[in-house]
């Protein structure tokens, strides 16, 4: 439960961060978070007042952020395609709130009331086009200079290197365990699966690492090489961990050109960790993985392992 919360909690604060980005974006943490309640108290009052009429309109982005504060998965994507829906809401709101501003026809009279009442209605028109322009110039911008490139692309060098390296060095029924875990055997058509069991998630880099289900997961899927990227904390400090207590149970064999680490598993040298598999040890469940030789590593020394041709 508490581990529940921790990470809903993790997720409310980046989903309010996020929404105030988006507003003020280049602004210090606190005053985009700032913003953000703003914004989401803002819409809570218009939801209120479109209930009424639009029941659904009204309850289906706190259902939807709800779902997304609830899992163990970054929110910050996902919040981005409700933006325009919040910030609707938070339009009625306001609207709601300046009428409630209007002045008095009695106390001022009634010409003097509706030239007031006018200056208002035109300074909220002219601050939402602003807002409006803004976010427009902001995601055109955003499309003209393709930002999402750059990090698709590293994710694609990553990739493609370490793609390049198990094609070539290991057999053709190896188990490998990487990040990219479907790019990975869908290129190679090796057994992939995930190096880790830990979630992407900002809440999980204060948790410790869990070196125990990294040891179960490498037995019992049989792994013969993992490899990991550094900048990836979810997955690189449980390998740490793991190599610091155990040094011998992964031995590294290639660091690719991007920093991609490759290392080959030792199964028989698996710390035994309770609850694997059938109540068996993890070194038990792991013991009968076959050996891996991997060409070109003089030291490894494993005969009768051949490498495929270089594509």
């Known amino acids: ?25 280049g602004t210090g943490a606190a005053a985009q978070s700032l913003v953000g309640a703003a ?18 309109l009204a309850i289906f982005p706190w259902l939807y952020l709800a779902i997304v504060a609830a899992w163990s998965f970054p929110p910050f994507r996902f919040v981005f395609a409700l933006f325009p829906l919040l910030l609707a809401l938070a339009a009625v709101s306001v609207r709601a709130l300046v009428r ?4 008095d026809e009695a106390a001022l009279g009634v010409s003097r009331a509706l030239r007031a009442r006018d200056w208002l209605a035109v300074a909220l028109q ?3 086009v602003l807002v409006l322009a803004h976010l427009a110039y902001r995601e055109a911008r955003s499309v003209v200079r393709r930002v999402w490139e750059p990090g698709q692309e590293r994710v694609a060098r990553v990739g493609r290197e370490v793609i390049d390296w198990v094609d070539d060095h290991t057999p053709s029924d190896a188990v490998v365990a990487f990040e990219f875990d479907s ?6 058509g090796r ?22 289900s990294l040891a179960r997961l490498l037995a019992t899927m049989g792994v013969h090489v993992v490899a990991v990227r550094p900048d990836i904390p979810e997955a690189a400090r449980p ?4 190599m610091a207590a155990y040094p011998d149970v992964l031995e590294t064999v290639h660091i690719t050109g991007t ?45 009768g392992m051949e490498r495929r041709s270089a594509r």
């Open 259 to 303: 920093g991609a680490m490759i290392f080959r598993v030792h199964p028989d040298r698996l710390p035994p960790v309770g609850g694997g598999v059938a109540g068996r040890t993890v070194r038990t469940a792991g013991a009968g993985a076959p050996a891996l030789g991997l060409p070109g590593m003089d030291t490894l020394g494993l005969p």
């Open 126 to 128: 002219v601050v939402a």
């Open 1 to 25: 439960m508490s581990q529940a919360l921790g990470i809903a909690g993790t997720n409310l604060g980046a989903i309010i961060r996020t929404l105030g980005s988006k507003l003020i974006p």
């Open 239 to 242: 390998i740490d961990r793991l």
């Open 39 to 56: 914004l989401v108290g803002l819409a809570l009052l218009g939801s209120r007042r479109a209930f009424a009429d639009a029941p659904a």
């Open 183 to 188: 790019m990975l055997g869908f290129h190679t």
């Open 100 to 103: 409630r501003l209007e002045p």
């Open 191 to 212: 057994r992939a699966v995930p190096n880790s069991y830990t979630p992407v998630h900002p809440w999980y880099r204060r948790a410790p690492a869990p070196v125990d």
